[in-house]
């Protein structure tokens, strides 16, 4: 439903069945659904070609959508661009669930195209500009452009949108970087080529951020952070945090082994690391608590208590609301 794997084991646990992971690897084949199954759409939303396949079967596919409202946002953001014979360029990872479903959307109205990062998008700039030619573009944006995208006609016109969980600060440097582009192309001009489309991060993936970079004026021994380790928001806090504090990604508090060991997630690396001396010593430390957009509070609540206990004489959570009340 989530890149949390505690939320989706629960779902499990219940008896929900995944159809496909986050990869697109099939678990129940299609054919095995019925018009009577209910298949509830997740947060990320489906590709046009999935719910057709849903439809066909008989399922209702719009009863248990549960497509975030800000995933919506951006595809009818697409639609307009669209209508207005925009190309889309979206800010993206190609392979998420996410990015995939709204490259299928945007692509049913408009020439589309995913970058990942600013690196991409400067060679994205160098094809508008003619600088690399339309076989650079088709090899180096093999399987993220949409079917019969040709360079050489659909970079007139563009506009950027994004998948919700990137860096905003990461998708605003990409639309300055495509707008300047167009300036450079069509000088004053330019707004007739450039859709100057606002950020469209939901509010809980920018609340996340925001809270981050105020963080990061902090002192502190660690970071600790919350969440799926499949959660591109939470891959970016850990990111942000990294740059400033030893940073500790678990999925829950069972990571937390003793105050001697941590099982901890390197993302880069995409494995599962053990850390030893990773608590300091003494009575007092100083620790960044955060998570992820998708992480449920309770899982944060646990670590928080779980690291207590190595601090003999902390004050309960009943004892320090007493205390604030008292404070008053």
Same mark, same amino acid.
């Given at each position: 439903m989530i890149h949390n794997q505690e939320?989706?084991?629960?779902?499990?646990?219940?008896?929900?069945?995944f159809i496909m992971d986050t990869d697109g690897t099939q678990f129940v084949p299609w054919e095995e659904l019925t018009a009577d199954d209910v298949v509830i759409i997740p947060a990320f939303g489906t590709t046009i070609e999935i719910e057709n396949k849903l439809n066909a079967i008989g399922i209702q596919v719009e009863q248990y959508n549960t497509t975030c409202p800000f995933v919506?946002?951006?595809?009818?953001r697409s639609a307009k661009l669209g209508d207005e014979n925009h190309t889309i360029i979206i800010?993206?990872?190609?392979?998420?669930?996410?990015?995939?479903?709204?490259?299928?959307?945007?692509?049913? @109205?408009?020439?589309?195209? &995913?970058?990942?990062?600013?690196?991409? !998008?400067?060679?994205?700039?160098k094809v508008i500009k003619k600088q690399l030619s339309k076989e650079d573009f088709?090899?180096?944006?093999?399987?993220?452009?949409?079917?019969?995208?040709?360079?050489?006609?659909?970079?007139?016109?563009?506009?950027?949108?994004?998948?919700?969980?990137?860096?905003?600060?990461?998708?605003?440097?990409?639309?300055?970087?495509?707008?300047?582009v167009m300036v450079d192309l069509h000088d004053k001009d330019y707004k007739a080529h450039f859709a100057d489309t606002r950020d469209t991060l939901c509010y809980a993936t920018n609340d996340n951020q925001d809270a981050t970079y105020g963080l990061l004026q902090e002192k502190a021994d660690f970071a600790i952070v919350v969440g799926g380790y499949n959660s591109s928001n939470t891959s970016h806090i850990v990111e942000l945090l990294s740059r400033k504090f030893p940073t500790y990604f678990v999925n829950s508090a069972e990571e937390i @082994?003793?105050?001697?060991? &941590?099982?901890?997630?390197?993302?880069? !690396?995409?494995?599962?690391?053990?850390?030893?001396g990773w608590l300091p010593p003494g009575e007092r430390a100083k620790i960044v608590?955060?998570?992820?957009?998708s992480c449920?509070?309770?899982?944060?609540?646990?670590?928080?208590?779980k690291i207590l206990e190595y601090f003999p004489g902390t004050l309960s959570v009943e004892e320090l609301f007493a205390q604030m009340d008292l404070n008053e």
């Open positions: 939320v989706n084991r629960d779902l499990q646990n219940q008896g929900i069945q919506e946002k951006v595809w009818k800010h993206g990872k190609h392979n998420h669930e996410e990015t995939r479903a709204t490259f299928s959307h945007s692509a049913s @109205k408009a020439p589309s195209v &995913i970058v990942k990062n600013i690196d991409e !998008a400067r060679t994205l700039g088709y090899q180096f944006f093999e399987g993220k452009y949409s079917e019969g995208f040709d360079p050489d006609r659909h970079f007139d016109k563009v506009g950027v949108v994004n998948q919700t969980t990137m860096l905003a600060t990461e998708t605003q440097e990409i639309a300055d970087y495509i707008k300047q @082994k003793s105050n001697e060991e &941590i099982h901890h997630y390197d993302y880069d !690396a995409k494995k599962i690391i053990r850390s030893t608590l955060t998570s992820g957009a449920p509070d309770t899982l944060v609540d646990e670590v928080m208590l």
